[in-house]
């Protein structure tokens, strides 16, 4: 490009502003004021008086003056945004006369610096050469209003990326004002039609998308971002044998760098997998990795059209393009109709983040998810089938990519996002390559991603760790530093060093760090010296009422109208009196300052709201449910005592009203069993009382629907479901604090089976949750035949005499549980826990047994007959006088057990391990014992007599007391390998 038409003489911003006369020191004396007065509400009435002031100041279209408008304009808009949103991080006392003089200094500061424009000006114009010479009258004027020198530092960095979107802006506004210069400079910007314009704009936000604050933090995502590691399953090339002893799907992982293998695929259009999908849990960094992911591209790639999609704020109803059509009406920055068929023949990349936050009303989200998914990979294929290379990129939680997995099949086309670190059993030696988990071939692995992280967030935070501390790098911490989102939040608390990172610290526990920290730094001593009567207790029932409205809603964003809504319901608006400009900016003010951020996309034409990470949201919302439980059980003891209080009926409406709207599911259940953790055992006790009261009361007389005014039977039933399910919920974390078992008086023996029935759908991961809450129940003789009881937990129930005959058990939690003399026959139960279980005289005759582990569990007199039983842990087990015949098995682990006077005749026990067992007087006749171990075992009085013992291994076995006559022991095994056979075995043979 030619240089001959540029601005690129640097004359000082006094020269260029001589004839216009452009407000400097107005513009910092009012965000001045406004800051010392902590009065910025939106800000948006001062900005655009400065604005409609600075617009009717004429020029006459020289490039010169032109050049300093739309520079001026850009940079007062990009302050008027990003000082109300750092408005927590002044801390300063000045009165007028002190801001008068910081804003007359700053102006005689920027009036010096020298200001040109080279021909790259709108191609980068984060660059301009302004920036370099202006910073530091801007960290000086940041530090006079109280801001510490690292949090200026980090104002300033983003002050670039926001000011090149201010002026994109700009420019669309007022092109005609402009033009002289983009033609001065012979720069192609100013040729560029209004669409390619609004693609430029859309491609500058989404690079400033990675440049807004982190939470409460000066610095941004880009300044501590991570590359993370990820992996794609591929099939095991075990041999036959492995895969026969091995788990049903067993597959390996190969690992790769998640951001060159996304980017080799951008750029590599590859017709065999136009369509992918990232998975990972909550806090993984799935969305971080797709807004840094989007910004490259934008930045590097603007000839590939990517188009950014948060999932909560789409409507899947309708044809994709259509639904695209209208996701781009409410985008103030993406283009009208951004993908009509003049572009199909472009390069088109559409990201749609957080697939586990689709729902539609009347839809079960996992239904709508599936035709979402159907509907992209549809779209996409026609269009490549048509010879358009068009992609996307689906993420979601893992539950959530669970459910539409089976659309994803082809080679690499499925991503899981690894955390930060991984301890992967590959670094032992002895394992085979062949069978490592994972499949690393650059050595991914081997590096610890934290200690980058913490590099880099000491770097942004003025701080000195050179990697993770020390005090953090505990196996016990693991769980929490390896995951991006918690190893942040550590860092935070970390930093207070008010809480102690011990073992079995929570999540929990660590939100409420800093929710203490807000307060204190918000509102106990910080910038809102008008609101200092807000209380800490206030000041959390608001956000958690916020977080409700946000439930009740859609489960990610709410208006301020809903929210006031919602805090006029719960009686707390009272609190935000506070604020002196009124409720409504009383919650803007609350909602700005904490882990929210205001939405681009509106509720009708309201501002709206919205978690910056959900997981928050889900914390507050089990906060809010444990309050409830509090006031229920409360009210509910002064009714028993007749002063006043809640009967069962007003009990249970007020719970229908917090809980019926929307379903639990797993992550706030976690969040709500932990919170009930953190209680006292005696307050926990009387809620467990309470609520089992409650919930026998709800199985025979159902729940008061009819009293909250619903007309629909759908949402009765709906409301219904929820909140019983919510009571069962609340039982069980009550119970594992209290370990106490507790008799619902159920109606009659099939009362559980029915209810089971009726809030659980088929093949809904939610659904499970009613099962996930079965323990410390008193269930004996319940009828429980056919019942579905998958990823349940019944741990420290009573199954006594229970039927549960035909029943479906997998990965079900059964350690501790009383099921003396209960019937599992012909049930399938497939990896479940069963350890330290009481089984005495249980019937487990045909069930599918396998991989699952009955370890110090006492099974005496209990039946096998014809079970399969391939993968079982019986470890120091009492199986005295089991009942085996017959079993088809192998791999069974009897280590340590007591089988004596179990019967074995007929069985097949291939690779058995019966290791130092017990087997005194037991009846092994005609069992298959081929290859298996039983080194040290106490044969005294067995019965061996037509037993196959090939390969057995018959080591440290006293066979003296056993009946050899008749038994092949030519193939057994009865000396170490080391040594030769000695004199007695060879006797014995």
């Not at 020198?149 to 420019?171: C, I, P, S, V």
């Amino acid at each position: 490009m030619s240089d001959q038409y540029d601005l690129t003489i640097e004359q000082p911003v006094s020269v260029w502003n001589k004839e216009l006369n452009l407000p400097i020191r107005e513009l910092f004396k009012s965000l001045g004021k406004a800051t010392v007065a902590g009065t910025f509400a939106d800000g948006k009435g001062v900005w655009e008086n400065l604005v409609e002031a600075s617009s009717i100041i004429g020029f006459e279209k020289k490039p010169e003056q032109a050049a300093w408008v739309l520079v001026f304009k850009s940079l007062q808009a990009t302050l008027y945004t990003l000082v109300p949103d750092y408005q927590d991080l002044f801390y300063c006392k000045l009165d007028n006369a002190q801001v008068d003089e910081l804003s007359n200094n700053i102006e005689a500061q920027i009036t010096r610096v020298p200001l040109g424009l080279s021909a790259s000006f709108f191609e980068h114009p984060e660059n301009i050469s302004l920036f370099t010479h202006i910073k530091p009258a801007i960290i000086y004027w940041l530090e006079g209003l109280g801001m510490g020198l690292q949090d200026a530092e980090g104002f300033f960095a983003r002050l670039r990326q926001t000011f090149a979107l201010a002026l994109h802006k700009e420019w669309n506004r007022n092109r005609e004002d402009y033009l002289c210069i983009a033609q001065q400079l012979d720069s192609p910007f100013a040729q560029a039609n209004k669409l390619e314009r609004q693609w430029q704009l859309y491609n500058v936000w989404l690079q400033e998308q990675v440049n807004q604050r982190m939470f409460a933090e000066a610095f941004s995502l880009s300044q501590v971002y991570v590359n993370l590691n990820a992996y794609y399953k591929v099939e095991s090339e075990a041999d036959e044998q492995q895969l026969e002893r091995a788990k049903e799907g067993q597959h390996r992982k190969y690992v790769v760098d998640l951001h060159d293998e996304m980017l080799s695929w951008a750029l590599n259009f590859d017709h065999n997998c136009p369509v992918k999908v990232i998975s990972g849990g909550p806090g993984s960094g799935k969305s971080s990795f797709v807004k840094m992911y989007a910004a490259q591209l934008a930045a590097q790639r603007p000839d590939i059209r990517v188009v950014f999609v948060p999932l909560h704020h789409f409507d899947p109803s309708d044809d994709l393009f259509n639904s695209l059509a209208r996701f781009a009406d409410l985008d103030p920055y993406l283009p009208l109709r951004p993908l009509s068929k003049e572009y199909f023949d472009q390069r088109v990349l559409l990201i749609f983040d957080g697939l586990d936050e689709l729902a539609m009303q009347g839809k079960l989200a996992a239904e709508t998810a599936n035709h979402f998914v159907e509907e992209v990979i549809s779209k996409i294929h026609r269009l490549m089938d048509s010879g358009y290379q068009w992609q996307a990129l689906i993420t979601g939680r893992d539950l959530a990519v669970q459910s539409v997995s089976s659309k994803f099949r082809a080679h690499n086309q499925q991503l899981h996002v690894l955390p930060y670190y991984v301890k992967t059993k590959s670094s032992l030696e002895e394992l085979p390559e062949d069978t490592r988990e994972y499949i690393d071939p650059n050595n991914l692995l081997d590096k610890d991603l934290r200690d980058l992280w913490w590099h880099r967030y000491s770097q942004a935070k003025g701080l000195d760790h050179p990697g993770l501390p020390k005090s953090l790098a505990t196996e016990q911490l693991q769980p929490i530093t390896q995951e991006p989102l918690l190893n942040y939040l550590v860092a935070l608390s970390f930093e207070r060093n008010k809480i102690t990172f011990g073992d079995g610290i929570t999540l929990n526990e660590i939100y409420q760090d800093l929710l203490d920290a807000v307060y204190e730094r918000q509102w106990d001593h910080g910038s809102h010296k008008q609101t200092r009567d807000l209380k800490k207790v206030h000041f959390i029932r608001v956000l958690e009422e916020i977080a409700l409205a946000v439930w009740h809603g859609n489960g990610r964003v709410a208006s301020i109208a809903k929210i006031q809504q919602q805090c006029d319901n719960s009686g707390v608006t009272r609190f935000l009196d506070v604020f002196q400009e009124g409720v409504k900016s009383g919650i803007s003010r609350l909602l700005t300052a904490f882990y929210f951020r205001q939405s681009e996309q509106l509720d009708g034409q309201e501002k709206t709201f919205e978690f910056t990470h959900k997981s928050f949201g889900e914390y507050l919302i089990a906060k809010r449910i444990v309050r409830e439980v509090e006031i229920i059980t409360s009210e509910v003891q002064r009714n028993e005592e007749l002063r006043g209080g809640y009967d069962k009926v007003m009990a249970l409406e007020h719970w229908t009203k917090l809980c019926g709207p929307t379903a639990l599911d797993e992550y706030v259940f976690s969040f709500l069993v932990d919170e009930v953790g953190l209680q006292g055992t005696d307050l926990v006790s009387s809620w467990q009382s309470c609520f089992a009261n409650l919930f026998s009361y709800v199985l025979r007389k159902s729940v008061p629907v009819e009293k909250l005014g619903i007309s629909q039977f759908y949402e009765m039933a709906k409301y219904a479901r929820n909140a019983e399910v919510a009571l069962l919920v609340v039982h069980y974390a009550c119970a594992n604090v209290t370990n106490t078992v507790t008799n619902f008086d159920f109606e009659d023996g099939h009362s559980l089976s029915k209810w089971l029935k009726r809030v659980s759908g088929v093949g809904e991961v939610g659904d499970y949750l009613p099962v996930m809450c079965l323990s410390h129940l008193d269930l004996k003789g319940a009828q429980l035949r056919l019942s579905d009881f998958r990823y349940g937990d019944m741990s420290n129930s009573s199954l006594v005499g229970a039927n549960c005959r035909l029943s479906y058990w997998l990965l079900v939690n059964l350690s501790r549980v009383n099921a003396t003399e209960c019937c599992f026959s012909d049930a399938r139960v497939s990896s479940c826990n069963f350890e330290q279980a009481n089984l005495y005289n249980a019937d487990f005759d045909r069930a599918l047994l396998f991989t699952s582990r009955f370890n110090h569990a006492v099974l005496r007199h209990a039946t096998f007959d014809g079970a399969d039983l391939r993968g079982l842990q019986f470890m120091n087990a009492d199986l005295s006088e089991a009942d085996f015949s017959d079993v088809d098995s192998f791999d069974i682990d009897f280590t340590n057990a007591d089988l004596s006077k179990a019967n074995f005749s007929g069985a097949t026990l291939r690779y058995a391990t019966m290791k130092d067992a017990n087997l005194t007087d037991a009846d092994l006749s005609n069992a298959d014992l081929s290859k298996a171990d039983l080194t040290g075992a106490i044969l005294t009085g067995v019965n061996l007599q037509g037993a196959i013992l090939k390969d057995t291994i018959l080591v440290d076995v006293n066979l003296s007391e056993v009946d050899l006559s008749g038994v092949d022991l030519s193939e057994a095994i009865l000396e170490r390998p080391d040594k030769g056979l000695n004199e007695e075995a060879e006797e014995l043979r």
